[in-house]
């Protein structure tokens, strides 16, 4: 029997159930799956599930130029913590990321910090030169509606051309949809008063017209929030669809006030249960957190300056892994949105416990529940909104082969790596 340099034992979650095997390991990467296998170190998780680490294809670690909010250290712990082994950085810094330089500047940032891997979207606006980021970005990212940072594309005639170059690159066209032609500027005091100004018309639309105007496009659309844009979203042949947890378990009912406020905004009940219905069914292709942190001292001025935005890269999949506990999700269903899926459509090999793919795994144990706490999390923010939720956090995770972190404490090496750049 060959001996690969790391051995995992546990209950393994492969091809869609879970069996006693061994996982070998080399050069980070899974090279053999077995029933018994020999390797030079050995990992032996008894009974406890081996799962793929989740990738969130959608986060705002905030570096470089904000980092009183966030930075690829804290932002990267916090990932850990939730199970996450890659992240996709989202270009609203400051500067933005829409420069070759300015990727390169956010990559050798991420790569001396990060603990978790990562990859980088640029920005697309009128004018950036799309065909010299193509190489170096995960994909590109359209604002259609204002939010956090100075990214909006009020028309998207403007960009023509760019839309076109990326369409030629073949990277995703991650979409923040919201038409800011239809977007009411009232002043909002509520969570109500904010999806009032951000309506399900203002998505659906936005959601229109980009699938007309980027036809040529990998088009992702971010953070469905409205029950009116499901039939349209989850419709178009070409396009794939992002849920975030947020907007599947909170609506504008819950006494969150600023802490609730996110573009696009928390909802109704009746378009928080359509969203989770239409997630539980399957028909998202992904689920990402929108981590989105802004400091405690941000979120309370008053809720019309208060910025938009909740952390959720920590609390993801430990939320999602209790609602498999309760049996309100199937297991299956969470590993595709929050792990199979953004591989595939990102183009990473992560998020399957197969030969080929990089070992990167979390082990959980679903008999040890622990509520979130805000003091127990590692986002820089220092809050969160699932506060007193119960979740199934991981009891180990693994990146690349390397044992990241173990019964809560730290233990690896802060080289987290491009997945792009790395590639090939
Ligand atoms: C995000 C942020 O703060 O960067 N805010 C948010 O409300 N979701 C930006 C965004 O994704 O729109
Ligand atoms: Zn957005
Ligand atoms: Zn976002
Ligand atoms: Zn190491």
Same mark, same amino acid.
């Given at each position: 029997?060959?001996?690969?340099?790391?051995?995992?034992?546990?209950?393994?979650?492969?091809?869609?159930?879970?069996?006693?095997?061994?996982?070998?390991?080399?050069?980070?990467?899974?090279?053999?799956?077995?029933?018994?296998?020999?390797?030079?170190?050995?990992?032996?998780?008894?009974?406890?599930?081996?799962?793929?680490?989740?990738?969130?294809?959608?986060?705002?670690?905030?570096?470089?130029?904000?980092?009183?909010?966030?930075?690829?250290?804290?932002?990267?712990?916090?990932?850990?913590?939730?199970?996450?082994?890659?992240?996709?950085?989202?270009?609203?810094?400051?500067?933005?990321?829409?420069?070759?330089?300015?990727?390169?500047?956010?990559?050798?940032?991420?790569?001396?910090?990060?603990?978790?891997?990562?990859?980088?979207?640029?920005?697309?606006?009128?004018?950036?030169?799309?065909?010299?980021?193509?190489?170096?970005?995960?994909?590109?990212?359209?604002?259609?509606?204002?939010?956090?940072?100075?990214?909006?594309?009020?028309?998207?005639?403007?960009?023509?051309?760019?839309?076109?170059?990326?369409?030629?690159?073949?990277?995703?066209?991650?979409?923040?949809?919201?038409?800011?032609?239809?977007?009411?500027?009232?002043?909002?005091?509520?969570?109500?008063?904010?999806?009032?100004?951000?309506?399900?018309?203002?998505?659906?639309?936005?959601?229109?017209?980009?699938?007309?105007?980027?036809?040529?496009?990998?088009?992702?659309?971010?953070?469905?929030?409205?029950?009116?844009?499901?039939?349209?979203?989850?419709?178009?042949?070409?396009?794939?669809?992002?849920?975030?947890?947020?907007?599947?378990?909170?609506?504008?009912?819950?006494?969150?006030?600023?802490?609730?406020?996110?573009?696009?905004?928390?909802?109704?009940?009746?378009?928080?249960?359509?969203?989770?219905?239409?997630?539980?069914?399957?028909?998202?292709?992904?689920?990402?957190?929108?981590?989105?942190?802004?400091?405690?001292?941000?979120?309370?001025?008053?809720?019309?300056?208060?910025?938009?935005?909740?952390?959720?890269?920590?609390?993801?999949?430990?939320?999602?892994?209790?609602?498999?506990?309760?049996?309100?999700?199937?297991?299956?269903? @969470?590993?595709?949105? /929050?792990?199979?899926?953004? =591989? +595939?459509?990102? $183009?990473? *090999?992560? %998020? &399957?416990?197969?030969?080929?793919?990089?070992?990167?795994?979390?082990?959980?144990?679903?008999?040890?529940?622990?509520?979130?706490?805000?003091?127990?999390?590692?986002?820089?923010?220092?809050?969160?909104?699932?506060?007193?939720?119960?979740?199934?956090?991981?009891?180990?995770?693994? @990146?690349?082969?390397? /044992?990241?972190?173990?019964? =809560? +404490?730290?233990? $690896?090496? *802060?080289? %987290? &790596?491009?997945?792009?750049?790395?590639?090939?």
């Amino acid at each position: 029997m060959r001996s690969t340099e790391l051995v995992v034992e546990g209950e393994c979650y492969i091809s869609g159930r879970f069996e006693r095997a061994c996982i070998g390991i080399d050069g980070g990467k899974i090279v053999a799956i077995a029933r018994n296998l020999e390797g030079e170190r050995r990992l032996d998780f008894g009974s406890r599930k081996v799962l793929p680490a989740a990738i969130d294809s959608h986060v705002h670690f905030r570096e470089p130029g904000m980092t009183h909010k966030e930075d690829f250290g804290t932002g990267s712990l916090a990932a850990l913590h939730g199970g996450v082994s890659c992240v996709l950085d989202m270009p609203n810094t400051v500067p933005p990321t829409s420069t070759a330089r300015a990727l390169e500047e956010k990559a050798e940032a991420a790569a001396s910090r990060s603990l978790v891997d990562f990859g980088l979207f640029a920005a697309v606006r009128p004018g950036v030169d799309i065909a010299s980021m193509a190489g170096r970005a995960v994909g590109f990212k359209l604002y259609m509606a204002g939010t956090t940072g100075d990214l909006l594309v009020p028309s998207l005639a403007s960009v023509e051309e760019e839309l076109a170059e990326v369409a030629r690159s073949g990277k995703v066209l991650a979409v923040h949809a919201e038409d800011e032609s239809l977007r009411r500027k009232e002043p909002a005091e509520s969570l109500d008063d904010h999806m009032r100004n951000r309506t399900g018309d203002c998505e659906a639309s936005a959601v229109r017209k980009v699938a007309k105007a980027a036809e040529a496009c990998r088009l992702h659309i971010c953070h469905v929030s409205s029950r009116d844009s499901l039939p349209l979203v989850l419709g178009q042949p070409r396009a794939t669809a992002e849920v975030t947890p947020h907007h599947i378990l909170l609506d504008r009912d819950r006494p969150l006030g600023t802490y609730g406020k996110v573009n696009p905004p928390l909802r109704t009940r009746a378009d928080r249960q359509a969203l989770f219905l239409a997630f539980k069914e399957g028909r998202f292709d992904t689920m990402a957190s929108d981590h989105a942190p802004h400091t405690i001292d941000e979120k309370k001025e008053d809720f019309d300056f208060a910025p938009s935005g909740m952390p959720g890269v920590e609390t993801m999949f430990p939320v999602m892994l209790q609602h498999v506990r309760d049996r309100h999700l199937a297991l299956a269903t @969470v590993v595709k949105a /929050l792990c199979e899926r953004p =591989g +595939e459509i990102f $183009g990473i *090999r992560k %998020g &399957r416990i197969d030969t080929g793919y990089d070992a990167d795994l979390v082990v959980v144990d679903f008999m040890e529940g622990r509520e979130v706490r805000a003091d127990n999390l590692y986002s820089k923010c220092g809050w969160t909104a699932y506060e007193g939720m119960p979740a199934v956090f991981p009891k180990a995770v693994i @990146v690349r082969g390397e /044992l990241m972190m173990n019964d =809560g +404490e730290q233990e $690896g090496e *802060r080289h %987290g &790596r491009d997945v792009v750049a790395s590639d090939g």
